[in-house]
């Protein structure tokens, strides 16, 4: 049965693992830091539900897509693509939607590592009580003076980089699976615990209304791309990671207790992923936007809401200590889970090419590592030195995220609905139902690239329009 998969990584030891590490890897800042503010700046509900319904059309068709890429090719996306073209009888210059992953995977690394460490900065200072009593003022002067101090930064970036890699370097099964075993569960766990703190204070049905209402005056153009961009961030598309995770989940499994096999089917688990991709957000949200309603704080923040605002309401109630500190381990537990599957597709594409897991994971996350340096200094000593997009940080973010991940999904797309045999990818989805087999090959043939491409143009217009 296994005539592509042999596990040189090793496998997924269950189907919930395979759900709970590719959760893992799409619930991330995306979900606690960045959806609430664009939340906010987009005027809530109605953004919202445009944010699901790109979820639903376009998340999935590609999300999808990846999965069983990856599965069918069994190995790193490099490799994979490698082999699906060799099958496919295609140019082997499709391995090029590897590379180019490992490419954005690598960048992202770099500056996802420095902006989660200051969550672990964050954690420090709300279990000092630092927060307490804070102005609105002494709360941003707070943010700067972190962001002002590159030794600290660097420390800080430091350790989250070897969190990260050091989960690599131990495995798909002792690392990965270990982690996500611990962190998912324990990030659903702390999340549930702060909704229930947020419902307790008076600016709960305000925060409520605030995510759900939905005023359609608020919506334009910007918006829908804006959505679809998140939509597909959040749900760590067009890198190879999500295919790095799909090659390492079994295409059967045996019932412990019929003893009989069945089936691990590819779509119904990516609408559980997406699906808990999605609550998670929601749950920022709503754990989030009570408390600033709470403080009388406005929720059009920008970026600064979780280290500027969110600070200064917990350090206005009570219990801001306890509930402040569990937030901010619950956004590095997030993050974590997440740059371990920006790390994983390289070392797994090293490791195929003989090199031992540990010094594959050294390798990546020392040139990873450096490159966040110039992130860390974005911020405070090359703060001046803007080119193209404005800083080194806003440059490598741009790139990677605005650009190089849109062309992989658009490439993955096209590869998924145009160019693999059209009986490979029906055998690898094993879908019961006809029907939705064929509404996923439209959306991803057709609506999935368009998409993408709208999302490329938008980024590469409002560039040159500053
Ligand atoms: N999805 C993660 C988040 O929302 C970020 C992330 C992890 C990611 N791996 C990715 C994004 C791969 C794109 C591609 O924070």
């Known amino acids: 049965m296994n005539e592509t998969n042999k596990p040189v990584h090793g496998m ?30 987009y005027g809530g509900g109605a953004f919202v539900l445009l944010y699901l319904a790109c979820i639903a059309l376009i998340g999935v068709p590609i999300m999808i897509a990846e999965v069983t890429l990856g599965r069918r090719g ?21 391995k090029g939607i590897g590379y180019l992953g490992a490419l954005s995977g690598f960048l992202i690394l770099s500056f996802y590592s420095v902006v989660a460490s200051w969550a672990l900065i964050y954690v420090w200072e709300a279990v000092r009580g630092l927060f307490q009593g804070m102005t609105a003022l002494q709360s941003q002067a707070n943010f700067e003076a972190m962001q002002a101090n590159p030794w600290l930064m660097l420390g800080s970036h ?22 996500v075993e611990v962190l998912m569960p324990l990030l659903f766990v702390l999340l549930v615990v702060l909704i229930g703190y947020a419902a307790t204070t008076p600016g709960f049905a305000e925060g409520v209304g605030f995510l759900f209402a939905f005023d359609f005056s608020k919506l334009s153009g910007e918006a829908v791309v804006i ?12 890198m190879g990671a999500i295919m790095a995770y799909g090659a390492y989940m079994p295409r059967e499994i045996k019932d412990k207790k019929t003893g009989r096999t069945r089936p691990v089917s590819i779509g119904s688990s990516v609408v559980i992923i997406a699906a808990l991709d999605t609550l998670v957000a929601l749950g920022a949200g709503l754990a989030m936007f009570p408390l600033l309603f709470t403080g009388n704080l406005e929720p059009a923040q920008g970026p600064g809401m979780m280290f500027v605002t969110l600070p200064l309401a917990f350090g206005q109630m009570p219990g801001g200590v306890l509930f402040g500190s569990l937030f901010f381990v619950l956004v590095v537990c997030a993050a974590w889970t997440s740059s371990i599957s920006l790390g994983e597709p390289m070392v797994a594409w090293l490791v195929e090419r003989g090199r031992g897991r540990g010094a ?16 860390v200094l974005s911020f405070n000593l090359w703060k001046d030195h803007t080119f193209l997009m404005g800083t080194f940080f806003e440059n490598i973010e741009f790139l990677s995220t605005s650009i190089l991940l849109p062309l ?3 490439l993955i797309a096209l590869f998924a609905g145009w160019v693999m045999k059209e009986t490979q990818a029906r055998k690898e989805l094993a879908m019961k139902s006809f ?11 057709i609506f999935s690239p368009l998409a993408m491409i ?8 409002s560039a040159a329009h500053g």
């Open 227 to 238: 959505a679809l961009g998140q939509a597909f961030f959040t749900l760590s598309l067009g």
């Open 454 to 461: 709208a999302v490329i143009a938008y980024a590469i217009w």
């Open 435 to 445: 029907a939705l087999y064929m509404a996923w090959r439209a959306l991803v043939r």
């Open 360 to 375: 594959a994971a050294l390798l990546v996350g020392g040139a990873a590592w450096v490159l966040g340096i110039g992130s």
């Open 158 to 179: 430091s350790l989250f980089m070897v969190l990260t890699m050091g989960v690599v370097a131990l495995g798909v099964k002792r690392g990965l699976e270990r982690a």
């Open 12 to 41: 997924w030891t269950s189907r919930w693992v395979f759900i709970l590490a590719a959760t893992g890897s799409a619930v991330g800042l995306g979900n606690i830091w960045r959806f609430p503010y664009i939340t906010g700046e």
């Open 408 to 410: 992989g999904g658009l």
């Open 74 to 94: 069994g190995l790193s996306p490099i490799h994979s693509m490698g082999r699906l073209a060799e099958q496919s009888k295609v140019s082997r210059r499709w």
